[in-house]
């Protein structure tokens, strides 16, 4: 089981906006520990997505967005199109571990 | 454009040591700015960070892995390595190698994972 929660799955139509969330705690998220986000489309290597909580590598699509709110952050994607289909993992720091969350799919 | 490249044997058997390298390759390893990790993948299931190594040598590991990893750099050859040793089924999975921004801990780019099982 993961320090860092993730909703098994979320689901949207085309075209629509949906918000993956990461909980953590006071001692990660919560004590200001940079959060990363991950795309990895199915049967691909994993996508560094969003960094330091609301960053975009270049090349990666505006309509992928990250915030942070206390212990949690967030993964928003607008626009929501077939090829963003994907599993979509949150990582941070907790005491010298790096950590990841579980893992989402995202069914468009 | 960096570029990374796990090798090593896909098949390990049960209390053996699982040994895989990492190349890099279009930049150097011995940057200021990165550690460089590894991270895997058991098969269907999600991301497990291992450990990292700065050019230096200096490491540092999951603590739950820490009596069974050591991960070793050589610069000559612009490559990394990782041991893990005593390993069983639960070690079976698909291991990459990554750059590790030591600010912020992030990974990119990733290597395009080779897949290790242990068998007998």
């Known amino acids: 089981q993961s320090v860092l929660t993730q909703p098994p799955s979320v689901s949207g139509a085309p075209g629509q906006r949906v918000t993956i969330s990461c909980t953590g705690s006071?001692?990660?998220?919560?004590?200001?520990?940079?959060v990363h986000w991950y795309q990895q489309l199915p049967g691909t290597v994993p996508k560094l997505l969003i960094y330091?909580?609301?960053n975009r590598p270049s090349g990666v699509p505006a309509r992928f967005s990250g915030s942070k709110s206390g212990a949690s952050a967030y993964l928003a994607i607008t626009g929501l199109q077939a090829e963003d289909e994907a599993d979509y993992y949150c990582?941070?720091?907790?005491?010298?571990?790096?950590?990841f969350g579980g893992g989402t799919k995202l069914t468009v | 454009q960096l570029q990374l490249q796990e090798s090593g044997p896909g098949l390990v058997r049960p209390s053996e040591t699982l040994s895989l390298t990492c190349t890099v390759s279009g930049g150097s390893i011995s940057s200021t700015s990165y550690d460089w990790g590894w991270i895997r993948q058991p098969p269907g299931k999600g991301l497990d960070w291992i450990g990292s190594i700065y050019y230096t040598g200096s490491t540092f590991y999951h603590p739950s892995l820490t009596s069974r990893v050591t991960m070793s750099v050589d610069t000559s050859k612009n490559q990394f390595s990782l041991k893990l040793t005593s390993v069983t089924a639960a070690d079976t999975a698909v291991y990459y190698c990554v750059r590790h921004a030591q600010d912020q801990n992030w990974f990119d780019p990733w290597g395009q994972g080779t897949l290790v099982t242990v068998s007998s």
């Open positions: 330091g909580d609301n």
């Open positions: 990582q941070s720091y907790d005491s010298a571990a790096v950590l």
């Open positions: 006071s001692s990660n998220i919560g004590a200001g520990h940079d």
